[in-house]
């Protein structure tokens, strides 16, 4: 077993306001105005959000290398929904500044489905909360 990532948040004295450690890098949490917060940073599914959206954009970079292929510029946008039945979904746009033929589109979904962050949400996952 090993460790793929391992974040820290610290309180704020800020109603809903945190800071993140994550390796050498420092984020910012918090709430909307509307929820309370000061929006001084992303709020928790921002960063859900943000992480299958990189996790998106990285695998497809790295299967273009491997590839040897230049996909070019393109982006990625993902949208986290509930509606009123607490029923949750995402979804994710990846849109490139140059057209793909048919197959490179087919290509991109297959290996979209297969980004690690993906396989992630879409099976369970157990969490083990400890007190220290």
């Known amino acids: 077993m090993?460790?793929?990532?391992?974040?820290?948040?610290?309180?704020d004295p800020a109603p809903w306001k945190g800071e993140i450690t994550s390796g050498k890098h420092h984020f910012i949490t918090d709430k909307p105005e509307s929820f309370g917060g000061h929006d001084t940073g992303p709020a928790p599914y921002d960063f859900l959000t943000a992480s299958l959206a990189s996790c998106t954009m990285i695998t497809l970079r790295?299967?273009?290398?491997?590839?040897?292929?230049?996909?070019?510029?393109?982006?990625?946008?993902?949208?986290?929904?509930?509606?009123?039945?607490?029923q949750e979904w995402?979804?994710?746009r990846v849109t490139f500044k140059n057209p793909l033929s048919a197959e490179w589109q087919e290509k991109v979904l297959n290996v979209c489905s297969k980004t690690p962050v993906t396989k992630t949400l879409l099976r369970s996952l157990e969490i083990h909360t400890t007190l220290g």
């Open 2 to 11: 090993s460790v793929i990532a391992r974040s820290l948040v610290k309180t």
């Open 90 to 92: 995402i979804e994710r």
């Open 62 to 86: 790295m299967y273009a290398q491997h590839k040897e292929i230049d996909f070019g510029e393109f982006t990625v946008e993902v949208d986290f929904f509930m509606n009123k039945e607490q």
